[in-house]
C-alpha cells in the first residue's frame, strides 16, 4: 500500500515562499489524481491544488491561484507544491493525497482521494 510523506513546511514570513514535498514508498502514482488539502483550526479540510491523473489539467481555488503551484516528478515518485507570497490565511496544517481510482479526474472534493499523508504545519507570520 502506497505510503506519502509530506516535508519542508515551517514558519515563514508574510509575502515569503515554501515548496512542500511529498514522496510516495511502497508504490507509484504515476498515474493517479493528486491533490494538496489544508485544513486550518475549525476549518473544513480544502483542496488547494489537484492535477489528473495524466497531468494535463490542474485546480485551484481563487484564494491561491496564481500564487501556487502543483508538480509531480514522477522518476522520483514525488509531488511537490510550491507556495509563493504566503499570507496569514495560508496558516494550516498541508495534507498531500492520492487517488488510487484509474484516470481520476483531480477533483477538489475530499472524498476523491484515499491515500492521505500524515499533514505538515505550515504557518505564516507578520
Known amino acids: 500500500q502506497v505510503q506519502l510523506i509530506e516535508s519542508g513546511g515551517g514558519l515563514v514570513q508574510a509575502g515569503g515562499s515554501l515548496r512542500l514535498s511529498c514522496a510516495a514508498s511502497?508504490?507509484?502514482?504515476?498515474?493517479?489524481?493528486m491533490a494538496w488539502f489544508r485544513q486550518a483550526p475549525g476549518k473544513e479540510r480544502e483542496a488547494v491544488a489537484t492535477?489528473?491523473?495524466?497531468?494535463?489539467?490542474?485546480y485551484y481555488p481563487d484564494s491561491v491561484r496564481g500564487r501556487f503551484a502543483i508538480s509531480r516528478d514522477n522518476a522520483k515518485n514525488t509531488m511537490y507544491l510550491q507556495m509563493n507570497d504566503l499570507k496569514l490565511e495560508d496558516t494550516a496544517v498541508y495534507y498531500c493525497?492520492?487517488?488510487?481510482?484509474?484516470?481520476?479526474?483531480?477533483?477538489?472534493?475530499?472524498?476523491?482521494?484515499?491515500?492521505w499523508g500524515q499533514g505538515i504545519q505550515v504557518t505564516v507570520s507578520s
Open positions: 493525497a492520492v487517488s488510487s481510482a484509474p484516470t481520476g479526474s483531480g477533483s477538489p472534493s475530499v472524498y476523491s482521494y484515499d491515500t
Open positions: 511502497g508504490g507509484t502514482f504515476s498515474k493517479n489524481a
Open positions: 492535477m489528473n491523473w495524466i497531468g494535463d489539467f490542474q
